[in-house]
């Protein structure tokens, strides 16, 4: 396997870790744009190439195996404190902890959560707005100063042992298990000094403990059990990059050098073996335009708000609720209805409603004009489904009579039952071929039900579910999950990573 030595400049991450640590510590309504009297800009036209040649800029790379997984392009999101900054000489959005333009491109995406389009609100909702679950002092502050809901796309190619290892037990199928992460690498289930323990299968990105060499998967799992903000299709997915059990600031050139890469260098496209995944923002939108707080009226100065903060000092409450169950106390009309699910499917929509208007002009923004010309249209579900291949050729399960559909920003494929539409199956001609498993030193060939939840060395075997980690939903705690998660999909992610 080629080994792609990319270094990070050690002040620089040094900083972004050191960042991160701090930001860490400290009916359904419509999307009320500002009008053309506000601070915000107006755009009226976008440049830039549309988001639907994202594959094509992609270069192939060959290899001699029979088979491996096709590149699947999909659309997530990530809740960010971070703006992204626009690099002209890339050409893309990136980290703005970073000097160079592939710094900037690997510190964005090295070793990180992001979230389904559908479900991206979610973690606004139940983690970061709620003036119940904040000090008094801290509550004109959102949680962990979450201010960006960020839209990448991807290029997905797993490893052909990670489809042989989860492809008949995978939530989301061409995914391995989501695991939490923080800092730039795994979430430990315990740490003691310098001494740390990772859910087994972070193990299993680079065959570390004896553990066999899966690759550094994708994972992907559905979350839609918190009674705070039940989302439909809320799905959180894991980026392992190199070094995934070291943070940041302790990622070393030999470290990256001798660990699989799962980010792609920049231009390549993902082969599932030198790499799994590449990525470009198309663009952002500020929660507060989202919300309608900047097209809200200051009772003090008679001025539009700025910003969340400007509204709370002048009395505004943007969501109150109790925060164990989530029963609406009071708020602003978009968070109403926050523990109806139809209600939460309508405010995904209005998520992405309000940054398609953004990008086309229509609608008024407190980002720069020169930024947001920069931003790129979401492609369609539909865009999506047409040039993704068919999921029979990567999943195993959809190998049968009733095939599989594609389906959502996520590019989920969905198996398929006698009145299901659009549904693709396997011709007579093609037969899923049978995938080698990886071996440890250990002699094992994995757990298909390891996850963020289990770890190695327990009295039943060779994993065992701890009550202390993040959750893959069998038999762990949802909430555990969710505070891990947490600092990936805001502090780290709108920090030097996203």
């Excluded at 992609?58 to 997530?76: C, E, I």
């Excluded at 009309?333 to 309000?354: G, S």
Aim: include cysteine; proline fraction near 4%.
């Amino acid at each position: 396997m080629k080994i792609f030595t990319r270094v990070l400049t050690a002040t620089a991450l040094v900083f972004a870790a050191a960042h991160a640590q701090d930001a860490s510590s400290s009916g359904a309504g419509t999307v009320t744009t500002a009008d053309t009297s506000s601070s915000g800009t107006t755009t009226s036209t976008t440049t830039g190439s549309s988001s639907s040649d994202f594959m094509s800029t992609l270069t192939a790379t060959t290899n001699a195996d029979s088979y491996h997984m096709k590149p699947v392009h999909v659309v997530q999101a990530r809740v960010q404190s971070d703006e992204p900054l626009w690099n002209a000489e890339s050409k893309r959005f990136g980290s703005k902890y970073y000097d160079t333009a592939e710094e900037q491109f690997i510190g964005l995406m090295d070793t990180v959560n992001t979230a389904s389009v559908e479900g991206a609100l979610m973690y606004v909702q139940a983690e970061g707005i709620n003036y119940n679950s904040r000090s008094p002092e801290e509550q004109c502050t959102r949680k962990n100063e979450m201010t960006y809901v960020v839209f990448y796309e991807f290029a997905i190619a797993q490893t052909n042992e990670t489809l042989a290892l989860y492809q008949d037990t995978a939530d989301q199928n061409e995914y391995g298990p989501m695991l939490p992460m923080d800092s730039g690498r795994c979430t430990p289930t315990s740490e003691d000094g310098s001494n740390a323990v990772f859910p087994t299968a972070c193990y299993y990105f680079n065959g570390d403990d004896g553990q066999p060499n899966v690759g550094p998967f994708v994972g992907g799992e559905l979350k839609t059990t918190d009674p705070r903000a039940p989302y439909p299709n809320n799905v959180w997915y894991s980026f392992p990059n190199s070094c995934p059990l070291e943070a940041w600031g302790d990622k070393t050139e030999e470290c990256r050098a001798s660990t699989r890469h799962g980010l792609c260098d920049m231009g390549v496209m993902p082969d599932g073996i030198e790499c799994t995944f590449n990525y470009r923002v198309l663009g952002y939108l500020l929660i507060d335009d989202l919300v309608g707080i900047t097209s809200m009226t200051s009772n003090t100065t008679g001025e539009k708000y700025a910003n969340f903060t400007e509204f709370c000092e002048d009395g505004g409450v943007e969501f109150k609720a109790d925060v164990e169950t989530g029963e609406w106390e009071e708020g602003i009309e978009f968070w109403n209805d926050p523990q109806d699910e139809d209600a939460n499917a309508a405010r995904a929509q209005k998520l992405v409603e309000a940054y398609n208007a953004i990008v086309s002009g229509e609608a008024t923004t407190g980002l720069s004009a020169d930024t947001v010309a920069n931003f790129l249209p979401l492609p369609s579900v539909e865009s999506l489904r047409a040039e993704n291949p068919a999921c029979y050729y990567n999943v195993k399960k959809c190998n049968s009579a009733s095939g599989c559909v594609r389906e959502l920003y996520g590019q989920t494929c969905t198996v398929c039952n006698s009145t299901s539409t659009d549904c693709e199956t396997p011709p007579s001609d093609w037969t899923f071929p049978e995938l080698e498993k990886a071996v440890g030193d250990n002699g094992n060939t994995g757990t298909a039900s390891a996850d963020g939840s289990t770890v190695v060395g327990s009295s039943s075997g060779e994993d065992a579910t701890s009550s202390e980690s993040g959750s893959n939903g069998v038999g762990a705690s949802f909430s555990m999950a969710s505070a891990a998660i947490t600092t990936a999909l805001v502090a780290l992610s709108a920090i030097a990573l996203n």
